[in-house]
């Protein structure tokens, strides 16, 4: 991690969309990950059912403190379907497809779309969703034996459209759950100039215990 760090606020609160089809293992994604805390001694478990994100506490560089939100999808995952209040703020997308259901890879494009489409006007005047904010796939449920989507066809994806980078994930065995998301917080950190206003939103989201704005 860059020295830049030492620069940052001592409390940084950074948000997550979490996206991806129906089925895919978003919510045990989080779940997994956010349960992890425990075992890795450095974090907190909460759940707001209500709003729909999860929160993690990380200890980055000189003993930083990063809240990370994970915010799910509140169950009607269809791209184009999702509120411009679910990615306001989102300093990353984390886009989630079923290595057993091509399908699911070919949604992955249209949650692309989405985040570029709703983050338009809004925050950078972009309609790519790369330069809104960093990207990274995950190809879940690693763990199955039949896996229909062949990794040249994903690691490809994610060059092409420029996404920051892939993992291949199971939220049953927990495999690279931590590390790609540790992977995204830490390229926010090093690369985002609006971490501090990160940290007067937050400040938002804690005073309003609901999560609502
Ligand atoms: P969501 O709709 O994207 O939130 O998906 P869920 O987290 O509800 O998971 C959908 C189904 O896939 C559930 O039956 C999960 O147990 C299962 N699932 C999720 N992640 C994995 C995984 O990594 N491996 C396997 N084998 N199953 C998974
Ligand atoms: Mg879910």
Redesign the pocket.
């Known amino acids: 991690m860059s020295s830049d760090l030492n620069a940052l606020p001592q409390e940084i609160f950074l948000k997550l969309v979490v996206l ?10 989080i779940r997994s990950y956010t349960e992890a805390a425990e075992e890795e001694g450095q974090g907190q478990y909460r759940v707001s059912v209500e709003s729909g994100f999860s929160t993690k506490r990380l200890v980055v560089g000189d003993n930083k403190t990063v809240h990370v939100q994970l915010w ?2 509140p169950g009607h ?1 269809r791209f184009g379907g999702m509120t411009r209040v679910y990615y306001k703020y989102a300093h990353g997308a984390v886009i ?1 497809f ?1 290595l057993a259901r091509p399908e699911t890879f070919e949604s992955a494009l249209g949650w692309l779309s989405d985040v570029a489409e709703k983050l338009f006007d809004e925050q950078k005047q972009t309609r790519d969703a790369n330069t809104a904010m960093p990207v990274i796939l995950l190809a ?5 034996p039949d896996l229909k989507v062949p990794r040249q066809k994903y690691s490809s994806y994610v060059s092409e459209n420029g996404l920051l980078t892939w993992f291949e ?5 927990r495999s690279n759950v931590s590390l790609a998301i540790k992977r995204l917080v830490e390229y926010i950190l090093e690369t985002d100039p609006q971490v501090k206003v990160a940290q007067a939103n937050a400040k938002l989201w804690k005073d309003n215990d609901d999560g609502r704005f």
């Not at 991806?20 to 994604?29: E, P, R």
């Not at 994930?169 to 065995?173: E, L, N, P, Y």
């Open positions: 991806g089809d129906l089925g895919v293992g978003k919510t045990s994604l799910d999808v995952e989630v079923d879940n449920k690693c763990d199955l994930t199971s939220s049953r065995d």
